[in-house]
C-alpha cells in the first residue's frame, strides 16, 4: 500500500513538473492540505494551474486564499473554480503573475467574487463604475484610508484579471487604469470634502490628471501626476478659497499616498505644478496662464500636452485645459524648441546610474521613452495647425501621425508593436510585488515568471527557453525603437519632398507620405532652420528624382538633416552638403564612402555646419572629403613631409606661378585637414594641448608653403638669368615664429640674403629683392586657393627701410640703431625656410639682443611699458569692448605675451628654458624657475589659451579673422559651440572670458607694470 501510494506521489510529481512547476515536493504537500483535498486529481485544474506565469506561486495563493474563506465560502470557490473557466482563468492568471494581489486576496478572501461577474460593465468598466464601486465600500470617517485602499485593490484586482486572461488589450488596460485612477483621486476628494465642509464650501477644485494618468495609459504603479487648479466661490475671497483648495489638495494627496495597514495606492505627484515644489500647490486659473505665459519652460509644454481633467469640478477642468491649450500647441515656435527637447532627452539618458542602463525598459535607449518624447515631439510641431495630432495617449497619438502622414506606416506599425510590447512587459514586471519599478529582473525564477507571462508576445519556437526568447525578442524591440527614434523626425520630410515635383513643392500635398509643403517647412523651423523654405529646395534638389544618386542620399539626408540641426547653422551645413554633393555626386566613390562609412558622413555633417572657414576650404577642391573616411585622415602632417611633397610638385611645375599654385594647394588642403580635426575634436582631448597642435600644424604648412614658394621664384629667376647670386634665408616673426599661428595669421617675417663669393652688393641685393618680390606677389595672387599674406613690417626700419637685407646689414642696424620694442620683437625670431646656415647665423647674431646679459635696463624697462599703455590707448577699435577684445582688450593676448617676453628680455640670460619662440612654454619656465608664481602662471596661461580658442572659432565660424566675439548671435553660438558650450549658453562662454581675463589682467599690472 505504501509503494503504492508513493507511486502515486511520484506519478503526481511528474504531472506538476510536465505542467511547468518548479518544487513538485511543495506543491504535492499543498495540494494535500485539507483545503485542497481531492484538487490533484482535476487535471482541468492542474492544467490551468500549469498556463499561469508562475504555476508554484499560483498554487501557494490558491491555497491562502481557500485557507482564508469560511467553509461554506470555500466549498462555493472550489464548486465555481472546477466548473468555471472563465473564473478559473482569472483567478489563476492573477495569483501566477502577482503576488501582492495574492496577499490581497488572503486579506480579503471575499474579494474572489469580484471575478466571476460578465456583464458587459465587469468586462469593460468605465469612470463611473469605479466611481460607483469605490463609494459602495468606502465611508466617510474612522477607517477611510484603508476602506479607500482595499476597495482600489479590488478594483485592482478585476483589471489585472481581464488583462492576464486577455479579456482586454494593452491600451484598454492602460485605459481602466487611468480612469480607476481618476475615480480614486474624486473619492479622496469627496472625503477630504467631508471632513472640511468650510473648506469645501469655499472653492471649486479641480484636479488636471498629467503624464500617464492624463493620457490614459497608466501602468499598475506609478505616481499619478496632478495638477490643482482652484477658484473661490461667489462671494468668497481669493486668498481664503486658496487656502481652502490647498487644504483639500493635501488631505487628497495624504488619503492617497500615505502608507497604512493596507499599503499605500499610489504616491500623488504634483512637481509638474508651476515652479514645481517651490510653488504653491494651488493656482487659480489666472495664474497658471500667467506663469505659462511668461516663464514655463519648453519641458513644461510637453508635459501639458497629457493634460486631463480627472476629478473635481468638471467645468473648472475644462476652463483650464481649453485655456492652456493654445499655449501647448505654439510651443513649437520657441527659440531652441527642438534642442530643449532633445537636451531633456539626454538628461534623462544621463542620468541612469550606469548599472542600469542595460535593463531599462522606460528610460534608457531603446526604451519607452525614445517612443514617447519622439511622438510627442512630432505633435507639438504639427498639432499647431493639425488638429488631428492632438491626442494626450502616445499609441493613439501615433497612429493619427500615421494617418496624417507625419509619420510612415511601416514605421508607426513598427513602434506601435514595440511599444505595446514594452509597456505590456513593464506590466507584467510591476504586477508581481504591485512596485514601481521599470528595470528588467535579474533573478531567474522572475525571469521565468515573466517569459511565460509573455508567451503570447513572444515568437518562441518549440523548445527553446522562454527566457532567451523573451530576451532576444526585448532587444529586437529595443533596437527597432532605437532606430526609429533616430530618423522618425526627419524621413517624413523626406519622403514629402523626394516624391513630389519643384513646380508643385509649395502648394500640393504629397503623395505615400502625406506631408505638405506647410507641414515640412514647420518641422523645418522647428529644428532650427532659419530658412525652411530654401532648405527645402535643397533637400528637393539633392532627394529627387529616381537616380541611385538620389537614392542614396534620400537614406542618407535623414540622418544628416539632424546632425546639422545640432549644430549652430543648420541653414549652412544643408547648403554646403548640397554644392560638395553637386561637385562630387557623380564620382562613385564619395556617396559610397557616405553610405558605408557612418563616421565619414557624420565628420562631413559636422564640419560643413560648424563655420565658414573649413567649408569654404573644401568646397575649393571637395574631394578632400576623402581623408574624412581615412581613420588617419585628419592627422596633420609633419613639416618634412609637407616640404617633400611641395618642393616635389614645384619641381615638376612649369615656372613660378605654376610652382606656387601648386604649394598653395597643398596649403589649402592641409588647413582642410587641420580646421576638419580641430572643429571634429580630433587633435587632441585638452583644449589647451590641441591649441599647441593646431598652432605647430599652422606653422609648419605656412613654413613648407614659404619653401616651396622660395624654392619656385628662385627657379624662376635663374631660369631668366643664371645662378641666384646670394643665399636667402626666411626668419618666421610673431606667431609664425612662436609655433602659435591661427587660422587667420599672415606670416611676420625678416627676409636676410648673403652674396655669394666675388658678388657685387647691389647685384645680389637686386636679385634677392626680385625673388622675394615675386614670391610675395604670388602667394598673395587672387586664385581659387587661399592666399598667404607675407608681412616684412617688423623689419629694421619697418615699411620705409629695405625688404630684404644681408646679415651684415642686420648687425650694423642691431648694433648702433635697435630699440628695446625690436629686441622684444626678435624674442619670436626663428628661421623658417630658405638656407638652414644662414638662418643659423641670424638667430647667433640676434640671441645677445634678445637675451641680454645685463637684462633691461630701466629706461627700456619704461619704454617697453609706455609703448604697451600707448597701444591700450590707441590701438583698440572704436566700439570695441575692452573686456571682451582678445588680442589687446584686458587680460588678452597682448596683455600675457608682453609680460611673458618682458621676463624673457630679463632672464632670459642665466634661464635656459626662457630662449624659446613659444609663449606658453616660456611662461612655464618662468613658473618653473620662480619668476613668477605657479597660480599667476596658470591664471596667464588660461586667459592666453582661451583668447587664442576665441579667435579661432571665430575665424572657424566666420571665415574671417576677427579679435572679438561675433555680434551676429546665430556666429556667436557658433564659436560658443567650438568651446564646447551647448545651445543657448553663448552668454556663459562671454562671462567666463571676461572672468578669466580679469584674473589675467591682476596679474599683468604686478607682473608687467610693477603696481600692487
Avoid at 508513493?6 to 505542467?19: F, N
Wanted: glycine share 8%; hydrophobic share 45%; net charge negative.
Amino acid at each position: 500500500m505504501e509503494e503504492r501510494a508513493g507511486s502515486r506521489v511520484s506519478r503526481l510529481e511528474t504531472r506538476l513538473v510536465r505542467r511547468g512547476f518548479s518544487d513538485p515536493d511543495q506543491a504535492v504537500r499543498l495540494l494535500e492540505e485539507p483545503e485542497l483535498q481531492g484538487l490533484a486529481a482535476d487535471p482541468v485544474l492542474l492544467d490551468a494551474l500549469g498556463a499561469a506565469a508562475d504555476p508554484d506561486e499560483a498554487l501557494f495563493g490558491l491555497a491562502r486564499l481557500l485557507e482564508a474563506l469560511d467553509p461554506h465560502e470555500r466549498h462555493t470557490l472550489r464548486d465555481t473554480l472546477t466548473t468555471s473557466k472563465p473564473l478559473r482563468d482569472r483567478l489563476l492568471g492573477v495569483l501566477g503573475a502577482s503576488a501582492a494581489l495574492g496577499d490581497h486576496l488572503a486579506r480579503h478572501p471575499r474579494d474572489w467574487h469580484t471575478l466571476v461577474s460578465f456583464e458587459l460593465r465587469d468586462i469593460h468598466p468605465g469612470r463611473g463604475d469605479f466611481l460607483g464601486e469605490l463609494a459602495r465600500r468606502v465611508q466617510a470617517g474612522d477607517g477611510e484610508e484603508d476602506a479607500l485602499r482595499a476597495a482600489y485593490r479590488r478594483c485592482l484586482l478585476a483589471i489585472a484579471a481581464r488583462d492576464l486572461s486577455g479579456t482586454t488589450d494593452l491600451p484598454q488596460a492602460a485605459a481602466e487604469l487611468a480612469d480607476l485612477a481618476g475615480a480614486t483621486l474624486q473619492t479622496a476628494l469627496d472625503l477630504a470634502a467631508a471632513a472640511d465642509p468650510e473648506a469645501a464650501e469655499a472653492c471649486r477644485l479641480a484636479v488636471i490628471g498629467m503624464g500617464k494618468c492624463g493620457g490614459r495609459e497608466l501602468n499598475y504603479v506609478s505616481d499619478v501626476d496632478v495638477i490643482f487648479v482652484a477658484e473661490p466661490r461667489e462671494g468668497v475671497d481669493e486668498q481664503r478659497a486658496l487656502q481652502a483648495a490647498t487644504r483639500l489638495a493635501s488631505r487628497l494627496m495624504r488619503l492617497c499616498s500615505d502608507t497604512t495597514g493596507e499599503g499605500v495606492i499610489w504616491p500623488v505627484d504634483a512637481n509638474l505644478r508651476p515652479e514645481g515644489r517651490n510653488g504653491p500647490l494651488v493656482r487659480t486659473l489666472a495664474s497658471h496662464l500667467a506663469y505659462y505665459r511668461r516663464w514655463a519652460k519648453t519641458w513644461e509644454f510637453q508635459a501639458l500636452l497629457k493634460a486631463r481633467p480627472v476629478a473635481g469640478d468638471a467645468e473648472l477642468g475644462r476652463a483650464y485645459t481649453e485655456a492652456v491649450a493654445p499655449l501647448v500647441w505654439q510651443a513649437a515656435a520657441r527659440e531652441h524648441f527642438v534642442a530643449d527637447v532633445q537636451q531633456m532627452r539626454r538628461r534623462v539618458v544621463d542620468a541612469i546610474p550606469a548599472g542600469e542602463l542595460e535593463r531599462q525598459l522606460k528610460l534608457g535607449p531603446g526604451g519607452l521613452r525614445d517612443v514617447e518624447f519622439a511622438v510627442q515631439l512630432l505633435q507639438l510641431v504639427h498639432g499647431r495647425t493639425d488638429e488631428g495630432l492632438r491626442s494626450g495617449n502616445t499609441l493613439e497619438a501615433l497612429s493619427a501621425l500615421s494617418a496624417g502622414g507625419y509619420v510612415g506606416r511601416a514605421d508607426a506599425a513598427a513602434l506601435d508593436d514595440a511599444y505595446r510590447f514594452l509597456r505590456t512587459l513593464e506590466h507584467r514586471i510591476q504586477l508581481h510585488r504591485l512596485r514601481r519599478t521599470h528595470l528588467m529582473p535579474t533573478d531567474p525564477a522572475d525571469l521565468r515568471r515573466l517569459a511565460r507571462s509573455m508567451a503570447p508576445l513572444i515568437n518562441g519556437e518549440p523548445g527553446v527557453d522562454p527566457v532567451a526568447a523573451l530576451q532576444r525578442e526585448w532587444k529586437r524591440h529595443a533596437m527597432e525603437v532605437r532606430r526609429l527614434h533616430e530618423r522618425l523626425f526627419y524621413r517624413p520630410l523626406l519622403d514629402a519632398v523626394a516624391e513630389l515635383p519643384v513646380a508643385e513643392l509649395r502648394v500640393t500635398r504629397t503623395g505615400a507620405a502625406g506631408l505638405t509643403a506647410e507641414a515640412a517647412r514647420q518641422r523645418l523651423a522647428a529644428l532650427g532652420y532659419a530658412d525652411p523654405a530654401a532648405a527645402l529646395r535643397h533637400i528637393s534638389a539633392l532627394a529627387s528624382g529616381v537616380s541611385r544618386k538620389a537614392a542614396i542620399q534620400r537614406t542618407l539626408l535623414p540622418v544628416l538633416l539632424g546632425w546639422f540641426a545640432d549644430s549652430a547653422d543648420p541653414d549652412a551645413g544643408l547648403l554646403n552638403f548640397r554644392q560638395v554633393s553637386d561637385a562630387l555626386g557623380a564620382t562613385p566613390w564619395y556617396l559610397r564612402l557616405l553610405r558605408d562609412e557612418g563616421a565619414a558622413a557624420e565628420q562631413l555633417a559636422r564640419v560643413l555646419s560648424a563655420g565658414r572657414l573649413a567649408p569654404d576650404l573644401l568646397l575649393r577642391a571637395p574631394e578632400a572629403v576623402a581623408m574624412l573616411g581615412d581613420s588617419t585622415g585628419l592627422a596633420p602632417r609633419g613639416r618634412a613631409a609637407l616640404e617633400s611633397e611641395i618642393l616635389a610638385a614645384v619641381g615638376r611645375a612649369d615656372g613660378p606661378a605654376a610652382g606656387v599654385a601648386a604649394a598653395r594647394s597643398v596649403r589649402r588642403r592641409e588647413l582642410f585637414r587641420t580646421a576638419a580635426a580641430d572643429l571634429l575634436g580630433r587633435l587632441d582631448d585638452d583644449p589647451a594641448r590641441a591649441l599647441d597642435v593646431t598652432g605647430e600644424a599652422l606653422t609648419s604648412i605656412t613654413a613648407a608653403t614659404l619653401q616651396g614658394a622660395l624654392r619656385a621664384a628662385v627657379n624662376g629667376w635663374e631660369a631668366r638669368n643664371g645662378e641666384l647670386p646670394t643665399r636667402i634665408a626666411i626668419i618666421g616673426m610673431g606667431r609664425f615664429g612662436g609655433h602659435e599661428l591661427g587660422y587667420g595669421s599672415d606670416a611676420d617675417v625678416l627676409f636676410v640674403h648673403e652674396p655669394r663669393l666675388g658678388v657685387l652688393d647691389e647685384d645680389a641685393a637686386g636679385a634677392a629683392k626680385a625673388v622675394i618680390g615675386e614670391l610675395r606677389t604670388l602667394l598673395a595672387a587672387p586664385s581659387v586657393e587661399p592666399p598667404l599674406e607675407v608681412d616684412a613690417d617688423l623689419r629694421p626700419e619697418g615699411r620705409n627701410g629695405p625688404l630684404v637685407r644681408t646679415l651684415a646689414s642686420y648687425a650694423g642696424y642691431y648694433a648702433r640703431w635697435s630699440h628695446a620694442w625690436e629686441s622684444q620683437a626678435l624674442l619670436r625670431a626663428e628661421a623658417m625656410a630658405g638656407d638652414v646656415e644662414l638662418g643659423a647665423r641670424f638667430r647667433e647674431l640676434i640671441d645677445p639682443l634678445r637675451y641680454p646679459g645685463a637684462g633691461v635696463s630701466e629706461r627700456d624697462l619704461t619704454e617697453i611699458r609706455r609703448i604697451k599703455a600707448r597701444i591700450e590707448a590707441e590701438r583698440l577699435p572704436r566700439g570695441a569692448d575692452p573686456t571682451t577684445h582678445t588680442k589687446i582688450g584686458r587680460g588678452g593676448l597682448a596683455d600675457v605675451e608682453w609680460t611673458v617676453q618682458l621676463l624673457q628680455l630679463q632672464h632670459g640670460h642665466e634661464v635656459p628654458g626662457l630662449r624659446t619662440t613659444r609663449t606658453r612654454a616660456a611662461l612655464a619656465a618662468a613658473a618653473e624657475a620662480g619668476l613668477v608664481e605657479r597660480e599667476d602662471a596658470e591664471v596667464l596661461d588660461a586667459a592666453w589659451v582661451l583668447a587664442s580658442r576665441v579667435r579661432a572659432a571665430v575665424m572657424l565660424v566666420r571665415g574671417r579673422a576677427g579679435d572679438s566675439f561675433p555680434g551676429d548671435a546665430r556666429e556667436l553660438a557658433g564659436v560658443a559651440r567650438y568651446l564646447g558650450y551647448g545651445v543657448g549658453h553663448s552668454g556663459e562662454l562671454v562671462d567666463e572670458y571676461r572672468r578669466t581675463t580679469r584674473r589675467a589682467r591682476h596679474a599683468v599690472e604686478r607682473l608687467f607694470y610693477g603696481t600692487e
